[in-house]
């Protein structure tokens, strides 16, 4: 009985403490900790600051989470009831982090006016009949086509026809992607033989709170979709997989890669699957305006667009920095080539060990997320960096954790303009991660000499935690 008593005081003090984490960490959403602390600097600063306290209460709180009550009723409850509270508490703020979610606006009056977002930009005189005082003067690029893929303008469109100009409209459609997301990753935590508490890991993230509710960045209406498709390449049905991939793809492009990580060799649905969701989304957007339909896609990988770039400014950062301008251009396409070349291949690598399981189809879905995120030698930007986050519920990575918080010292570039991003701050968040990665590959590859990247881990022998289920040998589509 005294064992019992202990252990239900700890656990009663776990949740407590983790209430408190919770209260701590919505007053820091309703009242601006960055200004109170440094009251003469500048927005983007303080919102790093900002971001620095509730990072360093996130990672408090999984720890605890995790540790002490990771499958308490309760504990579930408060993760969940404080995700929520810290998503509503954004909703009616103004977005300073980023204007994009003015080009979505924007871009869904041009669809209802019968245009097409890719014909013309913003500036351009044959819409000057759409320009308001609101929307209008607050969008970037406004000389330059959009860049988003069809997916997305198909939202903008949905919500500028249910709600019109307005910026809560789309937050409240992101609450409900987030809402599917949550209710999904409890799912991808069960069959993983995960604690349901560690849904904790993305709902109280930051950098989902901020680039998402707040920041409103298209890139949270990708996760139900990748979700899906990871719990329906787990269970073998290929096509729905495939069309989950192509629906995710349709939004934002980089999901794309997750069709060579879960490709199975000889399996056609997969690929068939998200190759038609694909046409079915691009074409409709493309007869009408040809080779446009890409907007400003070619543009982005000029290097007018590079920001916050990781591994390759560490190959060329010295040619851009001292060496002639011509050299330094052909370095940078170089090296650009290298890193999507070296990209395919670490895909094709993550294919080929798939291990067909549950787990073994969730590692191969991390590995490459991550490897696209290590590699990808375009602008990293913080909300590119939000799809990892999920998978982190399951397999809470150090390095990935870490770059979860670090990855806004990139707002620091817009602080110190014009002059140069500080170096000590790209090193704070690169070094770190890279650092950790070594770590826990080599870490890996102790406690499994010889055993495949890809190969599952022992399910749970917790006798709460029911152990996944590995799919059939016939999958279903």
């Known amino acids: 009985m005294g064992g019992l008593s202990a252990g239900g005081g700890a656990q009663a003090a776990a949740r407590l403490g983790l209430a408190a ?32 306290g509730h990072f360093a209460l996130y990672l408090a709180a999984c720890a605890l989470g995790l540790r002490w009550v990771a499958r308490d009723r309760m504990a579930l409850v408060l993760v969940l009831g404080f995700g929520v509270l810290f998503r509503v508490a954004v909703l009616p703020t103004g977005v300073w982090l980023s204007s994009d979610v003015y080009r979505y606006l924007w871009d869904g009056r041009v669809q209802l006016a019968g245009v097409s977002p890719y014909r013309y930009a913003p500036a351009a005189p044959e819409l000057a009949h759409l320009r308001d005082e609101v929307i209008h003067p607050r969008i970037n690029r406004p000389d330059r086509r959009t860049v988003y893929p069809p997916g997305a303008e ?74 899906l498709a990871l719990l329906w390449r787990q269970q073998g049905r290929m096509a729905a997989a495939g069309a989950a991939v192509g629906v995710a793809t349709l939004i934002k492009l980089y999901p794309a890669v997750l069709l060579v990580a879960w490709w199975r060799r000889g399996d056609r649905r997969l690929p068939a699957a998200a190759l038609l969701v694909l046409a079915a989304g691009y074409v409709p957007y493309a007869l009408p305006v040809g080779p446009r339909v890409l907007g400003f896609l070619p543009e982005y990988f ?25 050299i330094a251009e052909a370095a940078r396409g170089l090296s650009m080539l290298l890193l999507f070349g070296l990209l395919a291949g670490v895909l094709l690598a993550i294919r080929r060990r798939l291990h067909e399981s549950a ?32 998978f982190l519920a399951v397999r809470p990575s150090p390095g990935w954790l870490w770059f979860s918080g670090a990855v806004t010292l990139s707002y620091l570039d817009y602080a110190w303009r014009p002059a ?58």
């Open 302 to 326: 000029s290097s007018g667009e590079d920001f916050n770039v990781g591994l390759r400014w560490l190959l060329t950062g010295g040619f851009a920095l001292y060496g002639d301008p011509l």
């Open 420 to 477: 140069l991003f500080p170096y000590w701050a790209w090193a704070l968040e690169f070094l770190p991660l890279w650092g950790l990665l070594l770590w826990e590959h080599r870490r890996t590859l102790a406690l499994a000499p010889g055993a495949p990247p890809m190969t599952p881990p022992a399910p749970e022998t917790s006798p709460a935690a029911s152990p996944a289920r590995a799919p059939s040998g016939s999958p279903c589509s």
């Open 21 to 52: 984490l919770g209260v701590l960490s919505l007053a820091g959403y309703v009242f601006d900790l960055g200004a109170a602390i440094a009251p003469d600097a500048n927005g983007m600063t303080r919102h790093v600051i900002r971001f620095g």
């Open 154 to 227: 198909m939202l903008y469109a949905a919500v500028t026809a249910i709600a019109p100009r307005s910026l809560l409209g789309w937050r409240l459609l992101l609450l409900g992607c987030e809402l599917a997301t949550g209710g999904l990753l409890l799912r991808v935590l069960a069959r993983l033989g995960r604690p349901p508490t560690a849904v904790i890991l993305y709902a109280w993230a930051p950098l989902v709170v901020w680039e998402g509710a707040q920041a409103a960045h298209t890139d949270l209406a990708v996760l139900p979709a990748v979700l």
């Open 359 to 390: 787990h073994g189809v969730f590692a191969a879905g991390l590995a490459a997320v991550g490897a696209y995120l290590l590699l990808v030698p375009t602008a990293l930007h913080a909300w590119y960096v939000v799809w990892i986050v999920p």
